[in-house]
Structures are given as structure tokens and as C-alpha cells.
């Protein structure tokens, strides 16, 4: 079974594999997204090395040069996604667009080095690629922090990475839908609707890239000018994430003044990442900077933060709250409480299982020393695959596979489960 596995997995990222970027999967997403390569990299790892640091270096030559890594960089023309390059009209050489999504590329490249059976590759391209991901750390501190709070704030849903989460309803119910130009979606053709946002949802995602098209893509702008900024601990806490990691490689590789200043971001995310706990909820939440109020929502956002150095207590505190949740389903873990009133446990980001997340938690459980959770996050995580093969997502209850198929960062994570699961056994 394992090695019918590894073979499924690998022939998913060699079938998804546009030469120097992935796709995350054939038809619904043509074109390389942030988080999706640096996630999937780690999978390539397993049975090509120089592919994998390939796919890092492909989405850090799209930086943008004020720091900014985008969201998804169209290296094609496909008519089949909407928004395309025309809507976000970003101006750049390669068509971006103009967002970005949660930075969990620097964890990527130090699990990369540390992990290398190619030590000088790794060494020379970590080397390389170091003060790229430092500068979009630093970007996100100051563009998306101005007041100096120590979290930043995303600007669109999409930025989280769980784009529909119930988390941003009433957030983004506030953006007025006035001038929103016509438009016509393309992923209800290649996925069932019933899982994907409704169309409320997506009049508001189009009307924020239009107001930022209307900023002229000027970053330093766009919190300031934006009507929806949510602080979301799980966006926090894999910056932080990545920032603890690269101040490691820095001192490694030499470089003080990353490593200085990168520890010194992470330190103080983490100190302010307690501000956003809650002891009714038993877990971190989400806070509309808007209004200046937590958002009463609970979902896996606030679970992520087990991801970063949060301290002992809180982590054991998430685990407790996994453990409840695994009462109320089969699959963990569901991107939304099955208990709460939003469930939906086939709509996207309002319940379904998502295996890379439950691959950053359990990293950060084991790291906390939560062996038993863990121990049941990644057997949930097999289970589905071998019931429901390479989705994009699960239903937490039933194992219905949903989304999009042969999904790319599915793939790489069972690469990655399966081979932490053996060197646990
Ligand atoms: C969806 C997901 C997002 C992901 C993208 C490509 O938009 O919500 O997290 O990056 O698909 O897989």
C-alpha cells in the first residue's frame, strides 16, 4: 500500500509539472500559486532534489522589488480561470497578480536544506534564496503592520490561503459591491458549485482587486486603502514560522544581520499572536482591524498557530481543542468547528480536511511535544487518502472527496506523512 502510494503521489507532481512550476492541478488552477509551489517543493524532495529547489526559485524570480512575493504568477495565457492577467493588470513583464498568500516558502526552504541528501545544491540555492525571503518578511512587517502592532493583516480573503472561510463573512459583507464590472466566473465550470463561494462572495473579491487596481498596485498603499483588513493567526503564525526558520539558516549560512533581525520579527509576532486567544474558544482567533473586534469564528485559523513557537500551554491548549473537534467528525482536522452553526463540510474552507494543514499543525505539535494528536492527525490524513485518492480537500465527516482532483500539495504531503510516519514507527 505505501509504495502504491508513493508511486500515485509522485505521478501526481510529475503530471501537475510544468517544467520549472507546478500547477496545482490540471483545468481549476492553470498557473503557479505561492503557497501551493513552496508546499509541493517539499514533495518533490523526496525523489528530485534539484526539481524542487526549482520550484522555490521559479516563484521567488516573480518578486515583486519592494519585497512582495504575488499570489499567483500567470506564466500562460488560459482562458479557462477567472480573474486572469487583464483583470488584475498588475504591469508586470510575467503577468502577477497583486496580493500575495501565506509565506510558508522560508519554512520550506530550511526543511529543504535540512533535509538534503545534496548538501552543497541545497547549501548554494538556500544561500540564494535567503535574502528574497527575508525581504518579503520584512515587506509584510512594514506594509502590512504599520502601526507596529507586531501581527499584519491580510487584505482579500484569498491572501489567507482558505479563501471562503466563515471567518471573513461579516468582514467582507461590509465592501460594498457598487461598480463591481460584470464578470464571469470559470470555476463553477470545472468544480461542483455547491463546494466552491457563492457569488456574493466572489462581487466582493472582484471589487477589492478592482479598488487596488485603482491604487496603481502601489503596496505601500493598499492596507491603508483597503475596506477589509482581518488579522488572522494562522497567516501570523506561519510568517513567524518562517522567519524563526530563517534566522536559523542564516546562522548557518553565515549571515548575522537575517538571522538578527528575522529572530527579532518572530519574537515579537509571537508575543503579539497572545493577544488573539481566546479562553471561551479554547483557540486563537481572527480580529477585523476595521472595526477593531475579534471575529467570533472557529475555525482552523486559529489552530494554525501550533505551527510557530507559541508557548507550551497554548499549544497543549490546541491540542485539546483538536481532540474535541475529533468528537464531532471522522477526518480530522475540519477547517471549521462541525458543531457550529456555518459547518458546511463540503464548501471549500467552511469545514472540509485539508492534508496541508494538517501536515503545518502536526509539524508543530511534534515540536511541542503532543505525540498522541499527532499520531491520530496524520492516521486521519492516510485514511483519507487511501479511501479518496489526491484531492483537493474532504469532507471531515463522510471522506467525500471535493474540489479539484490529482492536486498537487495533497500529493506532496502524503510524501512527506508517509515518510515522517515511518521514521516514527
Ligand atoms: C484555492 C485555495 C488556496 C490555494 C489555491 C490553489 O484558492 O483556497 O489556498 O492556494 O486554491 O490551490
Known sequence: MRQKLIDQAEQVLRRNDRGSYTVPTHGLYPFQWNWDSALSALGFKHFDEARA?????????????????????????????????????????????????????????????????????????????????????????????????????????????????????????????????????????????????????????????????????????????????????????????????LADLAERLDQPEIAAASRAMALRGVAALESLWSDDLGQYLCYDRKIGAPILSPSVGGLIPAFAAIPEHRAAGIARRIEELGKSCEYLIPSHDPTAPDYDGRRYWRGPAWLIVNYMIADGLTRAGQPEIVARIMEDSLRLIERSGFAEYYDPITAEPCGGAHFTWTAAMVLEILDQVREAA
Open 53 to 245: 529547489w526549482t520550484e522555490v526559485d521559479t516563484l521567488f524570480a516573480h518578486q515583486w522589488d519592494d519585497g512582495m512575493v504575488p499570489h499567483i504568477i500567470f506564466h500562460e495565457r488560459d482562458e479557462g480561470y477567472f480573474p486572469g492577467p487583464d483583470v488584475w493588470s498588475t504591469g508586470r513583464p510575467v503577468p502577477t497578480s497583486g496580493i500575495t498568500q501565506p509565506p510558508v516558502a522560508g519554512f520550506a526552504i530550511r526543511r529543504m536544506v535540512d533535509e538534503a541528501r545534496d548538501v552543497d545544491l541545497a547549501l548554494s540555492r538556500a544561500r540564494d534564496l535567503l535574502p528574497k525571503a527575508h525581504a518579503w518578511h520584512e515587506w509584510f512587517y512594514r506594509t502590512r503592520d504599520p502601526q507596529g502592532t507586531g501581527l499584519v493583516a491580510i487584505i482579500h480573503p484569498w491572501e489567507s490561503g482558505r479563501d471562503n472561510s466563515v471567518d471573513w463573512d461579516a468582514a467582507l459583507d461590509r465592501v460594498s459591491t457598487e461598480g463591481v464590472q460584470p464578470f464571469q466566473r470559470r470555476d463553477i465550470t470545472h468544480a461542483n458549485p455547491d463546494h466552491r463561494p457563492t457569488h456574493a462572495q466572489y462581487e466582493r473579491y472582484i471589487k477589492l482587486v478592482q479598488t487596488f487596481r485603482e491604487l496603481d498596485w502601489d503596496t505601500s498603499k493598499l492596507h491603508d486603502g483597503s475596506p477589509f483588513q482581518v488579522v488572522d493567526p494562522g497567516f501570523n503564525a506561519i510568517l513567524i514560522r518562517s522567519c524563526e526558520d
